[in-house]
């Protein structure tokens, strides 16, 4: 599970690019704001290089990219380091998609709420009838699995970045592409923290 090594070169060049806007932004941060700056340089350079691989026409940009870019988007301390690091239409874009989630959030959190009460209805319904009948209120093995695993699925949706709106194998290859990205991200910065040149093999 590594990354090809076109990718970690581009990774590479875009991470410097960002750091050195972060770099010239950080004359008046404190070590926080520059530990910020620094995570926002990374996270960005990576949703973008694999933005830009998934070019290709089989593929679209991972969903996790365009979540990444625009959560840092929606916070407004962000928004002069984005502008370099990004670009002005960029960041316009990573703006709108970041207005587009908020959106996309509340109408999901409003559909949670109709679809629990909808199950708890149904829930009282099926247990009135089941002490009715005077049985049926065990639990299978196979719905305790299922509850299981809808309940890693939901831990694993919170974990990618843009996994609430994904699923199935969907979630699964989203999460193993920011995965491998994640892995080469901290192999490039701990490289770059140790002053030597990255191995790209």
């Known amino acids: 599970m590594h990354a090809p090594k076109k990718f970690k070169k581009a990774f590479m060049a875009q ?11 950080s004359k008046s941060m404190g070590l926080r704001e520059r530990r910020d700056a620094v995570r926002l340089s990374s996270d960005v350079a990576m ?28 916070e407004r301390r962000n928004e002069a380091l984005m502008h370099r690091i990004m670009g002005g239409a960029g960041y316009e874009m990573a703006a709108a998609a970041a207005a587009a989630e908020r959106g996309r959030k509340e109408a999901r959190s409003r559909r949670i709420v109709r679809r629990s009460r909808r199950v708890c209805r149904k829930r009282r319904g099926s247990l009135s009838a089941a002490g009715a009948s005077g049985g049926g209120g065990r639990c299978s093995a196979m719905a305790a699995a299922r509850r299981m695993v809808r309940a890693r699925l939901q831990v694993l949706r919170s974990l990618v970045p843009g996994g609430e709106a994904l699923r199935g194998l969907s979630l699964l290859s989203e999460t193993l592409d920011y995965v491998v990205c994640l892995k080469t991200q901290v192999e490039l910065l701990q490289c770059l923290c140790k002053g030597s ?3 790209l093999g």
Not at 15 to 25: D, K, M, T, W
Not at 52 to 69: F, M, N, T
């Open 15 to 25: 991470l410097l690019v960002s750091l050195r806007a972060a770099g010239q932004a």
């Open 47 to 74: 949703a973008l290089v694999s933005a830009r691989r998934a070019r290709a026409p089989p593929r679209s940009p991972p969903a996790w990219a365009r979540a990444l870019v625009a959560r840092h988007a929606a």
């Open 197 to 199: 040149r990255p191995q």
